[in-house]
């Protein structure tokens, strides 16, 4: 059982980091992640032990302790969702489901490690159990960590333009009307763009999904910052489709407060996939000519 709860809380303690999403927050959002860390461990070290001794009481309850995990997710989207209105540039709500699931998830996977090792180190003794434990813990680690952006789409320079005085235009694509003159200037003067290229149908699919494309503005903004306050749309970042001829691609637009390509960049590979995008089979959407060219 000690050996299975170690490796259970293990587990959940190398997985509590801060992220660009900023959550969960110190000290609070620490505390309660490593409470509930505590808990999943604790309930699925114990189980063998209770079955061994025939206690079958307590590892029905333990069972009904661990469905109250469920409530961890309800509770994430809840905070994470209150908080929107106060970040210029939003997650979107694809974003937080991802992080709530994920902050569930990671307490079942704390729960099965504690029970898969005490299960181990019961029946094998307590060497076999902590190695299985460790491989256990790298198992769980690299399960957890889903595709990113940077695997199913190319990201390249851009450079920021307009076309008929007031469109904006990432490279060929085009972002929005920006009407003032001096907020075009900043756009010329500050701006960076980038040009997000599928690799294969995946990415193009992704990049079709709306939440997918706000996480990805997030990420950037959240790397580079932006030149940004409320009420002022000129300056909002944005990540679309190129329209009205689609070729597949899409293209980003950002007023940054670090000017960096290569962080801009980096940041956008590192976008995780959404659960939204994730499993889509969606058909090429190119559009072709009659002739197939």
Do not use: C
């Amino acid at each position: 059982m000690i050996i299975g709860f170690v490796a259970g809380f293990i587990s959940r303690l190398i997985s509590l980091r801060s992220g660009r999403d900023h959550y969960p927050g110190y000290p609070s959002g620490y505390i309660s992640q490593l409470a509930l860390g505590i808990i999943a461990a604790m309930v699925g070290s114990s189980i063998i032990t209770s079955l061994i001794g025939k206690e079958f009481t307590a590892a029905t309850f333990l069972t009904l302790a661990a469905t109250q995990f469920r409530d961890v997710r309800t509770t994430e989207a809840a905070t994470l969702t209150a908080e929107e209105n106060l970040i210029l540039v939003p997650r979107g709500a694809g974003y937080i489901a991802g992080i709530a699931i994920t902050y569930e998830a990671r307490n079942y996977l704390a729960m099965l490690i504690g029970l898969l090792t005490s299960a181990s180190g019961a029946f094998l003794g307590w060497i076999p159990g902590v190695v299985i434990g460790i491989l256990a813990i790298i198992g769980g680690e690299y399960f957890m960590h889903g595709p990113t952006i940077g695997q199913m789409i190319e990201v390249r320079p851009s450079k920021i333009s307009f076309e008929k005085g007031s469109l904006l235009y990432a490279g060929d694509v085009m972002l929005m009307e920006v009407g003032l003159p001096h907020s075009r200037q900043r756009w010329l003067e500050d701006g960076l763009a980038v040009e997000l290229i599928p690799k294969n149908p995946r990415g193009q699919a992704a990049l079709w999904d709306v939440a997918q494309r706000q996480a990805i503005t997030h990420s950037a903004a959240t790397a580079v910052g932006v030149q940004k306050d409320i009420g002022y749309p000129d300056q909002t970042p944005l990540t679309r489709m190129e329209l009205p001829h689609p070729s597949g691609k899409a293209g980003l637009g950002i007023l940054p407060v670090h000017r960096d390509m290569n962080r801009l960049i980096a940041a956008i590979k590192s976008t995780p996939v959404l659960e939204s995008s994730k499993w889509s089979r969606m058909s090429n959407t190119v559009k072709h000519t009659e002739n197939g060219s």
